[in-house]
């Protein structure tokens, strides 16, 4: 983290972290796709991420903790980003699949209850529901 990091209001530093969560996922398997950076570029513009913190996250995104967000439907918004992330190369590698039970966990997911999540999930995204349809099955898979 850099020291004008320390001037981001709380928000920014949650999307800075949330961006560094999605490229963790996209590096898993070392690799960046073309379809991964597609994805990276869209929600680094939805986070207002410049292109001088995209590339510090990009080559330092083991750096940046898990940012938990208190709210609960933020939490599926942010596993509903990481799902499209572990998918954005036509692929769900077992690589990706490891990295987002670790984030969910980090999320604030149960323990017991983070593969079940995690493999909803995925199936979500391959079937392309949009964030309302996903946010519904997950607290179905998740009942708390």
Same mark, same amino acid.
């Given at each position: 983290? %850099?020291? &004008?990091?320390? !001037?981001? &209001? %709380?928000?920014?530093?949650?999307? /800075? +972290? $949330?961006?560094?969560?999605?490229?963790?996922?996209? #590096?898993?398997?070392? @690799? /960046? =796709?073309?379809?991964?950076?597609?994805? #990276?570029?869209? @929600?680094?513009?939805?986070? $207002?991420? #410049?292109?001088?913190?995209? !590339? *510090?996250?990009?080559? !330092?995104?083991?750096?940046?903790?898990?940012?938990?967000?208190?709210?609960?439907? *933020?939490?599926? *918004?942010?596993?509903?980003?990481?799902?499209?992330? @572990?998918?954005?190369?036509? =692929? +769900? &590698?077992?690589? *990706?699949?490891?990295?987002?039970?670790?984030?969910?966990?980090?999320? %604030?997911?149960?323990?017991?209850?983070?593969?079940?999540?995690?493999?909803?999930?995925? $199936?979500? /995204?391959? !079937?392309?529901?949009? #964030?309302?349809?996903? =946010?519904? +099955? /997950?607290?179905?898979?998740?009942?708390?």
């Amino acid at each position: 983290m %850099g020291l &004008s990091d320390y !001037n981001l &209001s %709380g928000q920014q530093k949650r999307n /800075i +972290a $949330h961006f560094a969560s999605i490229v963790k996922l996209a #590096l898993a398997d070392e @690799v /960046i =796709t073309k379809a991964e950076e597609k994805l #990276l570029k869209r @929600v680094a513009k939805r986070f $207002h991420i #410049l292109e001088d913190k995209y !590339n *510090e996250i990009i080559e !330092n995104s083991k750096t940046y903790p898990i940012e938990t967000p208190q709210n609960y439907n *933020e939490r599926i *918004e942010y596993l509903y980003d990481l799902s499209k992330m @572990v998918y954005a190369d036509g =692929t +769900a &590698s077992e690589e *990706e699949a490891k990295v987002l039970r670790k984030i969910c966990v980090g999320l %604030g997911f149960p323990i017991d209850n983070v593969e079940k999540v995690c493999d909803e999930a995925i $199936h979500l /995204i391959l !079937n392309n529901n949009d #964030l309302e349809d996903f =946010t519904k +099955a /997950i607290k179905q898979v998740n009942k708390i």
